[in-house]
């Protein structure tokens, strides 16, 4: 059996992801409902209906319970609870189980390390007594706090045990991941799709590259070897299992000189370094998010070209007034997508452009004077 077109579908949260979300699942005929606590929204002013609430609103969740077949979500911070709420009610993909574990980078860190799967090396810091016992030789390293961090937020880097204390006040004295800062050659993400049957499909895998702790630019396929993106994914495979997962799943890797992989974080969703596949495969990320969520066959993730670059668009591009998006479309193989924020804020993610084409090496080269054009 399958959720069938014109059902209404839920959404918990209402950002670009979620827009990206809807688009997919109103063009193959379904209704989405968006909860999300903002009058305004990406995904909210384009769903069939938006329920202005908090995510923990009993009201709102039983709206959503009773008028949605399945519900969904567009990022991690979702409380686990509003979950195991909903899924007395209806589908609920992927589940509180799941996303309670990769939400907070404690509960994420341990999971991974117990099961047996490659991470660098770091502490859980609980509170300030742990401080004095953090071992020198994970500095200099980066400070993370364990809830609702993004784009390098809620992280600290540092240089020397002694900063340290500085470092978690600053970060609100709350529990705390310390990882060892590693020289990384490489990122690379796995994006893949499991269903409730163990069938597993992986998207094309890309190198990301960040600025500043936000990702910048993904390129696709990675050049790496074919044993290094197998590798990977069967740990994101492994991942899945282990989670007993459905849905869209992303696991985020570091890439050390002697092709060494480490997972750095799981995102139990849609990934902004998968964004390409809306214009590079067949199937895109979100349409394989809503096929899983409606129990519906996966597309085919092949490459529809061989080469694609995917830029994000930061609020500061605005520093001068609107962007002439002539710079960008003028170019027929690449394709923009702004997600209707009002308000452009400096590393706010606005938009991103991918541009597609025959090679990696053409596709950076036109990504290099797409953004020497624009100044970014
Ligand atoms: P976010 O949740 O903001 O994506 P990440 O933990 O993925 O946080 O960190 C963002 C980026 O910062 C990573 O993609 C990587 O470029 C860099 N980074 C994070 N942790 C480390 C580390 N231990 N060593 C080196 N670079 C790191
Ligand atoms: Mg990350």
Redesign the pocket.
């Given at each position: 059996m399958y959720i069938k077109p014109g059902t209404m579908l839920g959404l918990l949260g209402g950002g670009q992801l979620g827009r990206m979300f809807t688009v997919a699942a109103q063009q193959m005929g379904y209704r989405v409902t968006v909860l999300d606590p903002a009058a305004e929204s990406p995904a909210g002013s384009i769903a069939e209906h938006h329920l202005q609430a908090d995510y923990l609103d009993d009201d709102a969740l039983d709206e959503l319970g009773s008028t949605c077949a399945a519900v969904t979500i567009e990022f991690e911070n979702v409380p686990a609870q509003a979950l195991r709420y909903l899924a007395r009610r209806c589908i609920v993909s992927p589940d509180a189980e799941s996303v309670s574990i990769v939400q907070n980078r404690i509960r994420e860190k341990l999971f991974l390390a117990e099961n047996g799967f490659p991470v660098?090396p770091f502490a859980v810091i609980h509170d300030g007594q742990n401080l004095p016992w953090v071992d020198v030789s994970l500095f200099p390293g980066?400070l993370?706090s364990s809830q609702s961090?993004?784009?390098?937020?809620g992280?600290i880097r540092i240089e020397h045990a002694d900063i340290l204390p500085e470092a978690f006040t600053a970060l609100g004295n709350k529990p705390c991941v310390l990882?060892?800062?590693?020289s990384?050659t490489r990122?690379i993400s796995v994006v893949l799709a499991r269903d409730n049957l163990d069938q597993v499909t992986f998207f094309p895998v890309p190198e990301n590259r960040?600025k500043q702790?936000i990702l910048d630019m993904s390129i696709i396929p990675a050049t790496l070897s074919d044993g290094v993106i197998e590798k990977a994914r069967e740990i994101a495979r492994q991942i899945a299992i282990r989670l007993n997962y459905a849905g869209i799943l992303c696991v985020?890797f570091?890439v050390l000189d002697d092709d060494q992989i480490l997972v750095?974080?799981i995102a139990p969703r849609p990934h902004n370094s998968g964004h390409y596949s809306l214009n590079a495969c067949v199937t895109s990320q979100f349409e394989q998010q809503v096929r899983i969520l409606c129990g519906l066959p996966h597309g085919s993730t092949r490459l529809v070209q061989e080469a694609a670059v995917m830029t994000n668009i930061l609020g500061d591009l605005w520093k001068n007034g609107e962007p002439d998006w002539n710079r960008i479309l003028c170019h027929p193989q690449t394709k923009l997508h702004l997600y209707g924020k009002r308000a452009a804020k400096p590393g706010r993610k606005m938009g991103h452009f991918t541009v597609l084409a025959n090679t990696v090496e053409e596709a950076l080269q036109q990504t290099a004077r797409i953004r020497q054009d624009l100044q970014f």
């Open positions: 660098g980066i993370k961090g993004y784009d390098g937020k992280q990882e060892k800062r590693l990384l990122e960040h702790g985020e570091f750095n974080e």
